[in-house]
């Protein structure tokens, strides 16, 4: 994102002989193009509203500004970078947090008429913080859930389930959102930039503690066995749901994520954005069937629902089709209405309710899990689109934020100390947490940031100088 990601003033108006050096891709809207494609004309970006001049700036660089319609009737435009999945290296920022390119520009107005975008919903970089907020609620939620192992804690409520799942539809949600900002910007979506990117920003710390629990082993400090260790440096934890050691198995859900970035990607430039919807409805309507199917004609694999790709996917399919889906349903009035009605309560309650209701497996497999994962798909899409309400002002708090941001390597690094059954010093609260703290940040500001920045330069390096991604601000 550029540094002024929100500003009162229209940008300078482009003159027609500009309009020569554009980049192609911007010139109309490619079939392929997702239904939100802005059509430039004249120097000026068409949006699904009246036009704005387009800033001499952006255009050079073959970037598109967002003109978004106030209620006092003025207009803000709200730069957007392209080329960059999420975040620039530079500012350290979580990658899958940075700013969406909007389908629309009321995508971010919220209800045009009672609600103009908060000043504390975006920073300088245009990132949506409420979304690092519930990031943030969702690791809370899992370190609860380990701390309370064993405890008074209904056993069919599992919390940290629940936190990983919000991690699901959030991942499905964003990465939809930025391969659409690709196309939108470039024409086109790169497999190789995606991958690479992916790789620069998931495996250095994955793989440190990896190598950091290998090496404990080996020091005969932590047992587990070498199967498992495979499992997990070949993200296929989720299909080693047999005895697998605690100090590792929350990498099963990493590797549900990583085989959701291999294949979905791939199935957007196979099939268009338009098909998405339809990929991303088909797995929503498989997923339950398949988790039915795996508890009644395969018991032994029981053990696996929840994991196993085919019975999880619903989760990122559900952050998928928002994604794609949320520009008309937000053109649908009564879904307006109740998105921004206090009603919306019900919403999350359905989602904690449903998930309570786990110790009923069928129940759960068919359709509890469905309905948690559209409330969760619901709730993201309130958050983004009235961020100034008490939650949105809760999850853009700046402590709430910091925790979201550096979310990723609380993760990694929380399993190894949060262990109930160990009797070793560092698995003994509060010790555990402050170590916790500690791993995390260390991973954060001595991998991931740097890893980024590496990423930020190589993109540099590798796109055209119009096309060259401006370094984003933290």
Not at 413 to 441: E, G, H, I, K, M
Request: aromatic residues 8%; glycine residues 6%.
């Amino acid at each position: 994102m550029g540094h002024s990601s929100v500003s009162g003033c229209r940008g300078p108006r482009t003159s027609s002989r500009s309009s020569a050096s554009r980049p192609r891709s911007h010139a109309s809207t490619s079939r392929s193009s997702p239904p939100w494609s802005p059509r430039r004309r004249a120097g000026h970006t068409h949006l699904s509203r009246p036009s704005q001049p387009v800033s001499r700036d952006f255009d050079r660089a073959g970037l598109l500004p967002l003109s978004i319609p106030c209620s006092d009737s003025r207009r803000t435009t709200l730069g957007v970078v392209a080329g960059s999945e999420h975040e620039r290296g530079n500012a350290g920022t979580r990658e899958e947090t940075s700013m969406i390119f909007p389908p629309s520009c009321e995508s971010l107005c919220g209800n045009q008429d009672h609600h103009r975008p908060g000043g504390n919903s975006m920073d300088r970089s245009g990132r949506i913080r409420s979304l690092d907020g519930l990031r943030a609620v969702s690791v809370t939620m899992v370190i609860v859930a380990h701390l309370t192992r064993h405890t008074a804690l209904p056993v069919h409520f599992n919390l940290g389930s629940l936190g990983v799942r919000v991690f699901f539809v959030l991942s499905g949600f964003l990465i939809t959102a930025l391969l659409s900002r690709e196309q939108a910007a470039t024409g086109r979506v790169s497999l190789s930039a995606f991958y690479l990117r992916r790789a620069l920003r998931i495996f250095p710390p994955f793989y440190a503690l990896v190598l950091a629990v290998t090496a404990a082993r080996a020091t005969g400090l932590v047992s587990l066995s070498w199967s498992d260790v495979a499992h997990a440096a070949t993200y296929t934890m989720n299909y080693n749901t047999a005895d697998r050691a605690w100090i590792l198995g929350h990498t099963w859900s990493l590797a549900v994520e990583e085989q959701f970035y291999l294949l979905w990607p791939a199935a957007i430039v196979l099939a268009g954005f338009r098909r998405g919807l339809a990929v991303a409805a088909l797995a929503m309507l498989a997923a339950p069937l398949a988790r039915v199917a795996t508890y009644l004609a395969f018991p032994a694999a029981r053990a696996g629902i929840g994991e196993t790709f085919p019975t999880v996917v619903d989760a990122l399919a559900a952050g998928c089709a928002l994604a794609l889906a949320r520009d008309a349903l937000w053109r649908w009035p009564p879904y307006r209405r109740f998105l921004g009605s206090p009603a919306f309560v019900v919403v999350p309650i359905v989602a904690v309710a449903a998930h309570a209701g786990g110790k009923h497996p069928l129940f759960s497999f068919l359709i509890g899990e469905s309905l948690v994962n559209a409330a969760i798909a619901l709730s993201v899409d309130r958050v983004v689109r009235f961020p100034d309400g008490p939650i949105g002002r809760f999850l853009d708090r700046r402590p709430v934020v910091l925790v979201g941001v550096a979310s990723y390597s609380i993760y990694l690094w929380q399993q190894p100390f949060l262990d109930v059954r160990s009797n070793a010093w560092w698995t003994a609260f509060p010790q555990n947490l402050l170590l916790v703290a500690v791993c995390a940040a260390a991973s954060y500001h001595l991998i991931e940031r740097p890893c980024l920045r590496l990423r930020f330069s190589l993109e540099t390096r590798r796109a055209p100088r119009k096309a060259r991604p401006a370094r984003q601000a933290a």
